[in-house]
């Protein structure tokens, strides 16, 4: 069974641009889960979706956004981009959703210059 | 916010040698998952833990979901070179709305 898939792998945008990104689940997870990974913050939950609904949000700014589309796949949206919004972003699916057994994939990196 | 401790920060390790990580809160967990993660990668899934007090055992790898369900440990016995890596715990509660918090992470290296 294939993994949990994320493009691009890298990204580098300037400040003030936006930018997306795609997450393809593992085939019949339902759950999609995003976090932001940086150094000083570690991992940070951003949302997730489930059923192409957003079932839960985490503390990030309205500048973040994400969608769930009905194969299950999703993207995230990152509008007007910061420096501090360069970071690792992960997702990861689950069958059932919320916390149990997420499978995550290799991640964006994006940089924001 | 609930906070996950997860100690030691970083560890050598030298093979064969058999290494503990622990995390800690101090909120009660329903769930408790631990991951590594290798340089420029996602996390991986190595343990979920559903019940206090389960010990629950992947290959050289075995964790234990604390009985007071604010603790969860994870052990490797005799570590290879391929130990190296970030290991994560995170936890789950109805508190924090059912998504994962994580731990800041121990980084294993290779004694040199």
């Known amino acids: 069974k294939a993994g949990v898939t994320q493009t691009p792998r890298y990204l580098i945008k300037t400040r003030g641009q936006q930018v997306t990104l795609s997450c393809s689940p593992i085939?019949?997870?339902?759950?999609v889960s995003w976090y932001q990974q940086t150094p000083g913050q570690g991992l940070q939950f951003l949302f997730e979706?489930?059923?192409?609904?957003?079932?839960n949000k985490g503390n990030f700014p309205g500048r973040f956004s994400g969608r769930q589309f009905s194969n299950s796949r999703s993207e995230m949206n990152v509008s007007t981009l910061e420096l501090g919004d360069s970071a690792l972003y992960l997702c990861?699916?689950?069958?059932?959703?919320?916390?149990?057994?997420?499978?995550f994939g290799p991640g964006t990196r994006l940089t924001v210059t | 916010g609930q906070q996950l401790n997860q100690s030691p920060q970083s560890m050598f390790i030298q093979e064969g040698e058999d290494v503990s990580m622990n995390c800690t809160s101090s909120?009660?967990?329903?769930?408790w998952l631990w991951y590594k993660q290798d340089p420029g990668e996602g996390p991986v899934l190595l343990i979920a833990?559903?019940?206090?007090?389960e010990l629950t055992s992947n290959g050289r790898l075995t964790a234990q979901f604390g009985i007071t369900r604010k603790d969860s440990f994870l052990n490797i016995s005799a570590s290879i070179p391929s130990d190296v890596g970030i290991y994560f715990c995170?936890?789950?509660?109805?508190?924090?709305?059912?998504?994962?918090?994580f731990g800041g992470g121990t980084r294993v290296l290779v004694k040199p």
């Open positions: 990861a699916s689950s069958l059932h959703g919320g916390a149990y057994e997420q499978y």
């Open positions: 085939s019949g997870h339902r759950s």
């Open positions: 979706y489930f059923s192409e609904t957003q079932r």
């Open positions: 909120s009660i967990f329903n769930t």
């Open positions: 833990l559903y019940k206090a007090g």
């Open positions: 995170a936890g789950q509660n109805e508190a924090a709305g059912n998504k994962l918090t």
